[in-house]
C-alpha cells in the first residue's frame, strides 16, 4: 500500500526532489566548504565556549545535517549586526534566524522550525505581565544591536528609533541591576543563560513577558537545492529523536539522566549477542533479500524526500466503508472523513466533476488512473477557506480484480494560485498606474525594441505619426544619449540628464531626467526595460534660482563675518564695549561681538558700583525710565566694574529702546572705558609739576654750581698767585696743602656731576666679583681713618668677620662708603664717626648690611626721605652738589638691595644699605 502511495507521489512531487550534491549552486569540498555565519554570543543557540570553539544546540543541529549530507562546513561566529552583513554581502551560505528579512529571493529558507526564540523582558525587582511595545519604549529599554526585537517595535512606530538604546547582553544586565536601564528586551533561553554565566541569578532580575511574537529560526540560504537537503535530513533527525535530544541538553539539560543497565539488560544484551550470531548465519540467504530491501528503502526515502519539499498529501479512500484517511500530511480530520462530507466540501463548481470522475475510476469504466484540480473548502460553511488541490487517483484492486481502495497523492498549490493572483492584480495596477501615471514611462524587450509607451511618454517625445514610426525603428541600445552610457550586458539602472533643442512654441530648452531599470524574470534574466522620463526644466530653474540665492546669501554672510570680525578685533583691542540694558529681567547684558554676551550683571549690583548719592536718581521706577528719551551721553565714577575691581571712569552714550507696541524695552549703546585716559591725565599733571620741579631744582642746581665751583677755582687761583711771595718753605707747604686740598673738592664736585650724568642716561652699571669682602673693608677703613683723622674725629670700626669671600661689585661698595663719610665729615663737628658691616638674612636671601654712623646735626624726620633725591641739600652753606646720596641710592637699586637713613635733630644720623650676596667661605 505504500509503495503504491509512494509510486503515485512520484509524478507529482518527482521534480521537486533534492539533487545530489553535484547539482548545488556550487562545489562544496574541504577547499571551499559550506560556511555557516552565526552570532558569538547568543547561549544556547550559538555562540563560542571556553575554548572558542562554536557550540550551541543550532550548531550541533547543523553539525550532524551536514555530516549525513557528507558536506564540508566551517562555522564562523561574529558579533551579530557584523555576521548578517556578512551573510547579506555573500560572504557566508548560511544562517541561522528569522525569516522577516530574507522572504523574497534570492534568499530561500527550510520549511522546518529549527528552533523557536520567545523574547521576554528582563528587569530588577518588579513584574508586569505582557507591558505593551510602547511602555517599554517609555520606560527606557534596550535591546541587543542588530537584532530581530527591533523590528517590531520599528513596526508598531518607527519614531521609536531615537528612544531605544543598543548594548551588548552584559553591558545591558549590568546596567539593569544598576537601575541604569529599565528594561532589556531579548530571548528568554539566551537571557537565563547569560544570567546564570554572570552569577545574576540571586540579584533580584525578573523575566516578564511582552506583546512580541515568538521568533521562529530558519535555515536561510541562496542555494535552493542545499536548503531542500537540509530540510530533508532535519525532518529525519527530528523523526528519531535526534532534535529532542540536543534540545534537552542545551536548554532542558535536568532532564537528562545518568543510565544505568540493570540485570534484565544483561540479559537483553546476550539476547541480543544470540540474535546476532543468527543472523551470521543467514547473512548469505539473506544478501538477496537485503538488496532489494536496500532498494525499497532508497525509494521510500525518496518518496518521502519528495513528499516533504511541498504541500503534498497522501489518503486511502476505502471504497467499502467509503471513508478518507491520512496516509500522509493532516489534510483530513485524524479519525478521518466520510466521502459525502469530503464531496461537500468541493467548490459546487468542479464537485460534479470530481464525483463522476471518480465514480468511472471506480467502476473500471476508465484507466486506473485520473488526475483532478479544484478548490476545496478546510474551513466551515460560513467561514470557508478555499485550498486549491490538484491531485493524483490511483485504484487498488484485490486478487479478483475488484476494486478496494482509492489512494491520492494531492498538492496543495494555494500559495501558488495566491501568488499567481497578486501577480495579476499587481500586474492590472501596473498597467492602470503605467497609462494614467504622470511620470513619462515606456516598455523595451530584452533587444531594446519599444513595446509600449503611455500618453506622457508620447507628449515628451511628441509622438506624432512620424515620431512615432521613428521610435518604432529605433533601438533603445541605439538612441545616442545612451550610446556611452548603456549597452546589452549591462544590467544596473542609468540615470541621466538631457538637455533637449530650445521649443520654438515655448522658446526654452527642456531638461528631461532619463532613469533605465532593466525588469528580471523569475531566473534573473532580463526580460525588459523600463524607461521612465522626468521634465525637470521647472525643477531645474528653481534650483538654479535656489543656488544663485544662496550664493547671494553666503556673500552676504561672508561680508557681515568680515565686518562682525573686524568689530569684534576693534572692540577687543579699545576700551570700547557694547552694553544692553533689559528692563524685563533688570540685566546689563556687555559684549565684544553682535552674537552673545561676554559678561552680565544684575542691573541692582551695577547701581551698587555707583556712588551712594547716585543710586536713588537711576534705579528702575516709573520716573527713571523717561529719564533718557533720546540719544545720550553721561560721566559716571564707579567704584568697580565688570573690567575693573578698582575705581574706574565710563564715558556711557545710548538711546532708549522700544518695541513694536511702543512699550520701553529698556537701552542700548556704547560704553568707553576712560580710566586709562583719565590716569594719563593725572600721570601728565604729575610729570608736568616734576618738569617744573626738576627746572627749578636745575637752576639752583646750576647757581649752587657755579658758586662751587668758583670757590675752589678762586682758592686754587689766588693761592697759586701767592706761591711766588712765600717767605719760608714752611708758608710755601701750607700754600700748596690749600690748593691740594680745593683740588680734591674740585674733583669730587666734578665726580659727582659726571656720576649723576650717567645715572640719568643709562641704568647703574654693577660687575660682581669674588673678593675677600673682609680683606677690602680693613683696606676701605684704613683710607676712612685717615680721612676723619684730618677733622680731628674718632674712628670706630666693627669687623665681626676674619674672612668672608662673597661675590660683590666691591668698586661701588666704595663709593657707597666714600659718600655716606663724605656727608658725615660735612655735619659732624666733633664727636665720632663709626662704619662697620655684619651678615644679615632678608626675605630668606643672605646678605651684607653695611653702615656710617655720625654725631653731626642729625636730619629732621619729615626731610629724611628727600635726601636721596638729586640735587637735594638740607644745608645750603655746606660744600656739595646734592647728587652723592643720590648715586648711593641708584647704586644699591641696581644690585638689588635697599638703602636708608635712622637720624635724629642734634643726635646724629645712621645710613645704611643691604645688598643680597652669595656667601662662599667665612670665618
Not at 522572504?103 to 505582557?130: H, L, Q
Not at 521562529?216 to 529523536?241: F, N, P
Not at 590716569?679 to 627749578?696: F, G, L, P, R
Not at 638691595?897 to 645710613?911: A, H, L, Q, R
Request: charged share 25%; with cysteine.
Amino acid at each position: 500500500m505504500t509503495l503504491i502511495a509512494a509510486l503515485l507521489t512520484v509524478s507529482t512531487a518527482w521534480g521537486d526532489a533534492p539533487r545530489q550534491k553535484t547539482q548545488y549552486q556550487r562545489r562544496y569540498d574541504a577547499a571551499h566548504p559550506v560556511i555557516i555565519v552565526g552570532d558569538w554570543d547568543k547561549p544556547p543557540y550559538e555562540f563560542q565556549d571556553d575554548t572558542g570553539r562554536p557550540a550551541g544546540t543550532n550548531v550541533e543541529i547543523m553539525t550532524e545535517i551536514l555530516d549525513q549530507l557528507d558536506i564540508p562546513y566551517k562555522f564562523v561566529l561574529k558579533e551579530w549586526a557584523n555576521a548578517l552583513k556578512t551573510f547579506e554581502r555573500g560572504d557566508a551560505d548560511l544562517i541561522l534566524a528569522n525569516v522577516g528579512r530574507y522572504r523574497k529571493p534570492p534568499f530561500c529558507y527550510t520549511r522546518n522550525i529549527i528552533n523557536y526564540n520567545r523574547i521576554v523582558a528582563v528587569t530588577c525587582g518588579t513584574t508586569s505581565s505582557n507591558s505593551s511595545l510602547k511602555e517599554l519604549v517609555e520606560a527606557g529599554t534596550v535591546l541587543k544591536p542588530a537584532d530581530y526585537t527591533e523590528h517590531y517595535f520599528l513596526e508598531e512606530d518607527s519614531s521609536y528609533l531615537s528612544q531605544l538604546e543598543f548594548q551588548s547582553p552584559k553591558t545591558a544586565l549590568m546596567g539593569v541591576l544598576a537601575h541604569d536601564f529599565k528594561y532589556y528586551v531579548w530571548g528568554e533561553e539566551p537571557l537565563k543563560w547569560k544570567i546564570r554565566q554572570l552569577n545574576m541569578d540571586k540579584s533580584g532580575l525578573i523575566l516578564n513577558d511582552v506583546g512580541i511574537p515568538v521568533s521562529e529560526i530558519h535555515v536561510i540560504g541562496r542555494d535552493t537545492k542545499l536548503i531542500a537537503d537540509i530540510d530533508y535530513v532535519y525532518s529525519q533527525l527530528k523523526q528519531r529523536g535526534r532534535v529532542a535530544l540536543i534540545n534537552d541538553k542545551w536548554l532542558h539539560p535536568e532532564r537528562i539522566r545518568k543510565k544505568t543497565i540493570p540485570m534484565w539488560g544483561y540479559l537483553m544484551i546476550g539476547a541480543v549477542m544470540f540474535a546476532l550470531m543468527c543472523y551470521m548465519g543467514t547473512r548469505i540467504a539473506r544478501g538477496r533479500v537485503r538488496a532489494k530491501s536496500q532498494r525499497n528503502s532508497e525509494l521510500d526515502a525518496m518518496m518521502t524526500r519528495a513528499l516533504q519539499m511541498g504541500y503534498h498529501y497522501v489518503f486511502q479512500y476505502d471504497l467499502t466503508s467509503r471513508i478518507l484517511v491520512n496516509q500522509y500530511g493532516s489534510l483530513l480530520p485524524d479519525e478521518g472523513m466520510s466521502w459525502f462530507d469530503f464531496s461537500q466540501r468541493l467548490h459546487p463548481a468542479e464537485r460534479n466533476n470530481w464525483v463522476r470522475r471518480l465514480e468511472q475510476l471506480r467502476d473500471g469504466s476508465m484507466d486506473k488512473h485520473v488526475e483532478l484540480s479544484g478548490r476545496w473548502n478546510a474551513g466551515t460553511k460560513d467561514k470557508p477557506i478555499w485550498k486549491h488541490l490538484r491531485g493524483h487517483f490511483a485504484v487498488e484492486q484485490d486478487a479478483y480484480g475488484q476494486p478496494v481502495n482509492i489512494y491520492a497523492t494531492i498538492v496543495d498549490k494555494t500559495h501558488n494560485v495566491g501568488l499567481i493572483h497578486e501577480a495579476n492584480k499587481m500586474e492590472r495596477k501596473f498597467l492602470q498606474f503605467f497609462q494614467f501615471s504622470k511620470v513619462a514611462m515606456a516598455v523595451y524587450n530584452q533587444n531594446g525594441w519599444i513595446e509600449n509607451s503611455n500618453e506622457e511618454m508620447k507628449r515628451i517625445c511628441k509622438a506624432d505619426a512620424k515620431n512615432a514610426r521613428l521610435l518604432q525603428k529605433t533601438s533603445l541600445f541605439d538612441m545616442p544619449m545612451f550610446a556611452d552610457a548603456f549597452n546589452e550586458s549591462r544590467h544596473d539602472p542609468i540615470f541621466l540628464c538631457h538637455l533637449a533643442p530650445a521649443d520654438s512654441d515655448q522658446g526654452r530648452e527642456a531638461c528631461v531626467e532619463y532613469n533605465v531599470v532593466p525588469l528580471f524574470d523569475y531566473f534573473g534574466r532580463v526580460s525588459n526595460y523600463l524607461l521612465m522620463a522626468y521634465d525637470i526644466k521647472a525643477q531645474s530653474d528653481t534650483y538654479h534660482h535656489l543656488i544663485m540665492c544662496q550664493h547671494e546669501c553666503d556673500t552676504l554672510q561672508r561680508y557681515i563675518d568680515y565686518n562682525e570680525k573686524r568689530l569684534k578685533f576693534m572692540l577687543n583691542h579699545s576700551d570700547w564695549t557694547m552694553w544692553d540694558l533689559d528692563l524685563r529681567n533688570k540685566m546689563i547684558y556687555y559684549s565684544h561681538t553682535l552674537k552673545h554676551a561676554d559678561y552680565v550683571i544684575e542691573f541692582e549690583k551695577y547701581l551698587r558700583q555707583l556712588p551712594p548719592e547716585l543710586y536713588d536718581e537711576y534705579k528702575i521706577s516709573d520716573e527713571s525710565i523717561g529719564l533718557f528719551q533720546g540719544p545720550f551721553h553721561v560721566k559716571r565714577q564707579l567704584n568697580s566694574s565688570a573690567f575693573s575691581k578698582g575705581p574706574c571712569a565710563h564715558d556711557i552714550y545710548g538711546r532708549l529702546r522700544k518695541g513694536d507696541d511702543g512699550s520701553t524695552l529698556g537701552y542700548s549703546g556704547m560704553l568707553h572705558d576712560v580710566t586709562r585716559l583719565e590716569n594719563i591725565k593725572k600721570e601728565v599733571v604729575e610729570i608736568s609739576e616734576k618738569t617744573k620741579n626738576s627746572a627749578q631744582q636745575k637752576s639752583v642746581f646750576l647757581a649752587q654750581m657755579t658758586h662751587e665751583l668758583r670757590t675752589p677755582l678762586n682758592s686754587i687761583v689766588g693761592f697759586s698767585d701767592m706761591l711766588k711771595y712765600a717767605e719760608s718753605a714752611g708758608e710755601r707747604e701750607r700754600f700748596i696743602h690749600i690748593i691740594r686740598t680745593h683740588c680734591d673738592i674740585l674733583v669730587r664736585l666734578i665726580n659727582g656731576i659726571l656720576e649723576a650724568s650717567t645715572i640719568n642716561d643709562n641704568p647703574m652699571d654693577v660687575k660682581p666679583a669674588e673678593v675677600d669682602f673682609a680683606e677690602e673693608f680693613e683696606y676701605l677703613c684704613q683710607s676712612i681713618e685717615i680721612r676723619v683723622q684730618r677733622h680731628h674725629l674718632r674712628f670706630v670700626t666693627s669687623k665681626p668677620l676674619k674672612k668672608l669671600r662673597v661675590s660683590i661689585d666691591i668698586g661701588r661698595v666704595r663709593q657707597i662708603f666714600s659718600n655716606f663719610v663724605s656727608n658725615a665729615l660735612k655735619y659732624t663737628k666733633k664727636g665720632s664717626i663709626w662704619v662697620g658691616y655684619r651678615l644679615e638674612k632678608r626675605n630668606g636671601q643672605m646678605g651684607i648690611y653695611a653702615f656710617c654712623e655720625d654725631t653731626g646735626t642729625g636730619i629732621p624726620h619729615d626731610k629724611q626721605k628727600a635726601v636721596f633725591d638729586r640735587f637735594v641739600k638740607l644745608n645750603e652753606f655746606v660744600q656739595g652738589t646734592g647728587l652723592g646720596l643720590s648715586i648711593c641710592k641708584s647704586i644699591v637699586t641696581a644690585c638689588h638691595g635697599d638703602i636708608g637713613v635712622e637720624s635724629e635733630v642734634n643726635n646724629g644720623s645712621k645710613f645704611w644699605f643691604w645688598i643680597p650676596v652669595e656667601v662662599i667661605e667665612k670665618e
